[in-house]
């Protein structure tokens, strides 16, 4: 824990490593993370092959981060679930089930998006 009562560039800075830190074990300790990894390279290789648009890639970038902020969620979410109550329990499973829908949401909509963008593309080589 940090004295947070005045501004330090070298703590925000190291707060950026930490964060940084946390993506990188997200990658390495979570299978789903690693799924996205390589639907994230699958679908930007696809926008550069098909030369999408601007807002293409804004629909494409946007989709992509919203998929990585809910895994990074709920990756955390179930590590603290587990740290609070390791024991089998109907809150923990609401907790896990939930968090786990907020991945399924995003991953719906990416894929939503992926074939609004590349459908036309691919129908129109
Ligand atoms: N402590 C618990 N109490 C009740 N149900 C649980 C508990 N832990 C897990 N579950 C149930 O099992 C499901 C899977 O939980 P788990 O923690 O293994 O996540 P996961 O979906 O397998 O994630 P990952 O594959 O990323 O590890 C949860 O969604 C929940 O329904």
Redesign the pocket.
């Known amino acids: 824990m940090q004295n947070h009562s005045s501004f330090s560039l070298k703590a925000r800075i190291q707060s950026f490593a930490f964060a940084f830190a946390g993506l990188f074990q997200l990658v390495r300790k ?3 993370a690693r799924i996205h990894l390589l639907a994230t390279a699958a679908v930007l290789a696809a926008g550069l092959l098909l030369h999408i648009g601007r807002a293409d890639w804004l629909a494409v970038v946007m989709a992509t981060g919203l998929v990585w902020c809910a895994e990074a969620f ?2 955390a979410i ?1 590590k603290l ?2 740290q609070v ?6 809150q ?2 609401y907790i ?2 939930v968090a ?1 829908a907020a991945v399924l949401i995003a991953a719906i909509t990416a894929v939503v998006v992926a074939c609004l963008v590349f459908i036309p593309r691919l129908q129109a080589l």
Do not use: G, I, L
Request: aromatic share 6%.
């Open positions: 979570e299978h789903n709920n990756s179930e679930t587990d109550s390791p024991e089998w329990n109907v923990a499973k896990k089930d786990a």
